[in-house]
């Protein structure tokens, strides 16, 4: 059962311009998100993440946005940049329990 | 500060083999939580060890066990390997509990042939 999961597995977005990530999830106990990236031959590493309490949460060019009536979260980077080329993450928590993935976007910037 | 090491980084076993992989978390982290990720799957929980104890344990066969040690290092031991056990291992830290930002290492390649 994939409690959270994000249905595109790919996205192409031209440099400069915005890259929308979206992630859904089914139990509505989660109270902690998270964004993690992650290049080839690497760990991820953590970029952003957001409570239940709140609905927006910004850093530089990154933003998430959580919609928890739709248990829906969506991570904007503006404007997006060759670097950002990598496979995101998104991941939930409730409580002080483990992280639960989805399945990871692999965002591509087209210079 | 030093970020989290695994060791080793690249793997090749074969089948009906065990494989022990060691994961040292950033010094003070007391939280060390073991992923598999392959193709199409994301990252998939294992465990997640504090203070030397096992506090959740993910939906993998028994053959997948590990160990948390008095100063935070972690092992994770799979025996009699099979072919679909090949995929990243990646071990992450954090200096609390599991539910928050954790810090990851950049993960062991294992292949079983």
């Known amino acids: 059962d994939q409690q959270v999961k994000q249905n595109s597995p790919s996205l192409s977005v031209q440099e400069g311009r915005i890259s929308i990530l979206n992630c859904d999830y089914t139990?509505?106990?989660?109270?902690?998100f998270l964004w993690y990236k992650k290049y080839p031959a690497e760990g991820p590493t953590f970029l952003i993440s957001?409570?239940?309490?709140?609905d927006k949460n910004e850093d530089g060019r990154f933003t998430v946005f959580l919609n928890k009536s739709a248990k829906h979260l969506s991570l904007h980077i503006v404007p997006s940049q060759p670097g950002d080329s990598a496979v995101y993450f998104c991941?939930?928590?409730?409580?002080?329990?483990?992280?639960?993935f989805g399945t990871g976007t692999r965002l591509t910037i087209i210079p | 500060k030093a970020g989290v090491t695994q060791t080793p980084r690249y793997l090749i076993k074969t089948r009906g083999q065990q494989v022990t992989l060691s994961c040292s978390p950033i010094?003070?982290?007391?939280?060390v939580s073991w992923y598999q990720q392959t193709p199409g799957q994301g990252l998939q929980f294992l465990f997640e060890?504090?203070?030397?104890?096992?506090?959740n344990k993910g939906n993998f066969p028994g053959r997948f066990s590990g160990r948390q040690f008095s100063n935070s290092r972690s092992e994770m031991n799979v025996s009699t390997l099979e072919l679909g056990d090949s995929a990243l291992y990646l071990c992450?830290?954090?200096?609390?509990?599991?539910?928050?930002?954790?810090?990851f290492g950049p993960g062991t390649r294992l292949t079983v042939l």
């Open positions: 010094s003070g982290h007391r939280s």
């Open positions: 060890y504090f203070s030397e104890t096992q506090r």
């Open positions: 992450a830290s954090s200096l609390w509990l599991a539910g928050g930002e954790q810090f």
């Open positions: 957001i409570s239940s309490i709140k």
């Open positions: 139990n509505s106990m989660f109270d902690y």
């Open positions: 991941a939930a928590a409730f409580g002080n329990e483990k992280l639960t």
